[in-house]
Every structure is written in C-alpha cells, then in structure tokens.
C-alpha cells in the first residue's frame, strides 16, 4: 500500500473528511487530525493533491445499465434497498461501495448496479 494511501486511511479511521481545495487540502473536523498527521499531508502534499482530485474525476455516463422494470419483483411492484432483508442489504451496500469507489461509478450507476447483482444472487440463493 503506498503512503498516500495509508494517510488517507489514517484520517479516515479519525473521521476526517479530506479534499482539494484548489492548491491546497482541505479536511474536517481539523481538531481530529494531530500534528504528525498534519505533517505527514505536508510531506505529501503533491500526491495526496493528485489522488484527491482524481478520485472526483468521473467518466461521462450514459443511461442507467438496466431498466426499472428489471427491478420489478416485488407485490409492490419495486425493489428498493429497504426491501432487501438485512444480510442482503449490507451485500447491496458493500457492492455499491464497490462499484463507486473502485469501479470509478457514478452514485446512480453504483446503485442501479448493484442492486441488480444483489437481485441476482438472491435468485440463484448464493447467500452472502
């Protein structure tokens, strides 16, 4: 794991909220992050800078991947995360976050995404 990434993780696990601000890096709750953490983001600055701003950059997205329709599953006529019974909400949320952060994935997309997957092992009954 590099150290960019590490630091990251570090103040993540502080719940502090880092991003770009222009040339510089914004994060909150400041009384959160010690002075050696402070210090680490300014050794780092450059590439913490370079991660944070390509984390927001997003490939243009098209329509959705699926049709509502194909969420249609329910006697109410829809599935929403809420529906899902509990194990099977934490594999939705755990695929979404996947999707999104890793995939690189619009929120919607994210979303949509996996609450097909979720839909479609419920189906085969391969339980999380």
């Given at each position: 794991m590099n150290t960019v990434t590490q630091l990251l993780q570090d103040l993540q696990r502080r719940g502090v909220t880092v991003r770009a601000v222009g040339d510089r890096i914004g994060f909150k709750p400041a009384d959160a992050v010690p002075p050696e953490l402070v210090e680490r983001m300014r050794r780092h600055?450059?590439?913490l800078l370079a991660m944070l701003r390509g984390r927001n950059r997003r490939p243009p997205v098209g329509p959705l991947p699926v049709?509502?329709?194909a969420f249609t599953t329910t006697p109410k006529g829809f599935?929403?995360?809420n529906d899902l019974p509990e194990p099977w909400?934490?594999?939705y949320l755990e695929r979404?976050?996947?999707r999104e952060f890793c995939g690189n994935q619009s929120r919607e997309h994210a979303e949509a995404g996996a609450l097909a997957e979720t839909l479609a092992a419920m189906e085969q009954d391969d339980a999380p």
């Open positions: 600055k450059t590439e049709q509502p329709s599935v929403v995360p909400q934490e594999f979404c976050g996947v």
